[in-house]
């Protein structure tokens, strides 16, 4: 992951709106877990806040019909937003941009292969930030344990390229965002937000890492739809 002053960077966020503090590059992101997100605070200026992935509905044990611990939604599909209440009012209202520097496909089982993607770059060896298409909201506090955040994001999905639609299972790839639309993306209208939601070009992309059980090397987290 890339340092908070390389995110401030690229996103264009002020010293006094980074929330993270003197956070170090993180070398994984899992779901469920803690990540940095671009998104507009109330004054509508960009701030870098940490959140937890998945968006999290309540559940109830089909045995005793008691509450379990909530399913946590990872990842958002395109042609939902709109559709699912679960989604919808985030996209309308609360979207953000998910940092990320390569991201983890897994293809198989008994061994499964895992594939990490970057974009391509003037440097072999480097990974270049870049962003997802995000949304977040605020969890009822009843679903959340005493010492989490209530923030949660997900991240959108859409149809794979030809680099990634091979090895995912149901050929879908997270939304990757150009840096020129970042900002229609956190404030436009939905309209002019649903036009960004497209499948990046494969010949802008590279496998960096594949193997198994690489997992334990991840630069972020994995996505599964």
């Known amino acids: 992951m890339a340092t908070a002053e390389a995110m401030r960077r690229l996103f264009q966020v002020s010293a006094d709106l980074d929330r993270l503090g003197n956070a170090e590059p993180r070398p994984a992101i899992f779901p469920k877990g803690l990540a940095p997100v671009v998104r507009l605070d109330p004054d509508g200026e960009r701030e870098l806040i940490e959140m937890r992935w998945g968006f999290l509905t309540p559940q109830v044990s089909k ?59 003037e440097d ?15 969890e009822n506090r009843e679903m959340i344990e005493d010492d989490e955040t209530d923030l949660r994001h997900t991240v959108v999905t859409t149809e794979a390229n030809e680099l990634i639609r091979p090895i995912h299972a149901k050929g879908r790839m997270p939304v990757i965002l150009e840096p020129a639309d970042y900002e229609t993306w956190l ?39």
Do not use: H
């Open 63 to 121: 045995k005793t019909g008691k509450p379990i611990k909530p399913a946590a939604w990872n990842n958002a599909r395109d042609d939902k937003l709109r559709k699912s209440g679960l989604w919808r009012g985030s996209f309308e209202e609360r979207r953000c941009l998910v940092p990320v520097t390569s991201f983890n496909e897994t293809k198989g089982r008994q061994p499964a292969t895992d594939y990490w993607f970057a974009l391509t770059g």
């Open 187 to 225: 404030a436009g209208s939905p309209d002019e937000a649903a036009t960004l939601i497209r499948t990046f070009p494969a010949e802008r992309m590279r496998i960096v890492l594949q193997g198994v059980g690489e997992k334990a090397d991840r630069d972020d987290g994995s996505l599964s739809n």
């Open 124 to 138: 072999p060896d480097e990974r270049p930030p870049f962003a997802f298409a995000g949304l977040w909201r605020a």
